[in-house]
């Protein structure tokens, strides 16, 4: 499957996660007269994505578009308001993606007219070229599908497949919503420095620090994080003390085993 400028990918939303996408096509190399936007309000984001790349943008699908591939990068909550403007241009052989939370694959089939389509929970690491993406398909998704969405997406990041739609309920609750869990253990981090007497902005800096350090020695080590984590710790030590603390009955593991478990049930929500 290819992408041409007679049958392009076609992006619809130009917003953070569709601009990190694009961006990530362009610099792997796609050829941008092959790329169409479709944001009735693109942000400026958009424009600075592009740049001088023959990228095409516009606030409605244009006349006699057929795309090759059409990515939807859009809220939940604009489906129901967006998938009739785009099923006129489905055809038989078109490839459908969506990247929004929520949203089952019965519910783009029956907006879009079924063909293949695949349904990807990516996250905000994508920004950076370090996002996660976990990917269900329906049964008319073959290899030669497959292998076009592991191109797309791993221009932001790792690409999973899964084969039970059902899983991706915990996906958005573990990788999907993760990425706040962090930043929020560093705004944590931050204000237990503070209230140990450190300077304000000592303290959000190391922390900060702390966690996207500790987080790159994760990515490139081997080792397990449990073992990373007895590396720090010393008998008797000040990490000990504190893990103690993190690791009683009622410390990090229960509090992140209900916000996932919140999570997963808001998406499911968010399905119906």
């Known amino acids: 499957m290819t992408v041409t400028a007679d049958r392009p990918l076609v992006l619809v939303g130009g917003g953070k996660m569709g601009c990190a996408l694009l961006g990530g096509w362009l610099a792997d190399g796609l050829d941008g007269a092959a790329v169409m936007v479709i944001d009735p309000s693109p942000p400026n984001d958009l424009a600075r994505t592009i740049a001088d790349a023959p990228v095409s943008v516009h606030s409605a699908p244009p006349a006699g578009l057929t795309p090759s591939v059409l990515l939807l990068a859009i809220k939940p909550q604009m489906m129901a308001a967006v998938l ?99 930043f929020l253990l560093a705004e944590c981090l931050a204000q237990a420095g503070i209230d140990a007497g450190l300077p304000a902005d000592l303290a959000e800096k190391i922390a900060r620090e702390t966690v996207t350090g500790a987080g790159e020695l994760l990515h490139r080590s081997p080792e397990k994080a449990e073992t990373l984590r007895k590396n720090v710790m010393s008998p008797g030590g000040t990490t000990v003390a504190a893990l103690d603390v993190l690791m009683a009955e009622d410390g990090l593991q229960p509090l992140l085993t209900k916000a996932v478990a919140a999570a997963t049930r808001r998406s499911k929500e968010l399905a119906g």
């Open 84 to 182: 009739p403007t785009l099923a006129p241009l489905v055809a038989p052989d078109t490839l459908s993606i969506s990247i929004a939370a929520g949203t089952p694959i019965a519910t783009l089939e029956a907006g879009l007219g079924g063909g293949a389509i695949v349904r990807v929970m990516p996250n905000t690491p994508a920004l950076v070229g370090r996002g996660v993406n976990v990917c269900v398909g329906n049964l008319k998704v073959g290899e030669t599908q497959r292998a076009v969405v592991d191109r797309l997406m791993a221009a932001v990041g790792s690409v999973s497949w899964i084969d039970d739609e059902a899983l991706m309920d915990a996906v958005t609750g573990v990788s999907g919503s993760g990425p706040a869990y962090i």
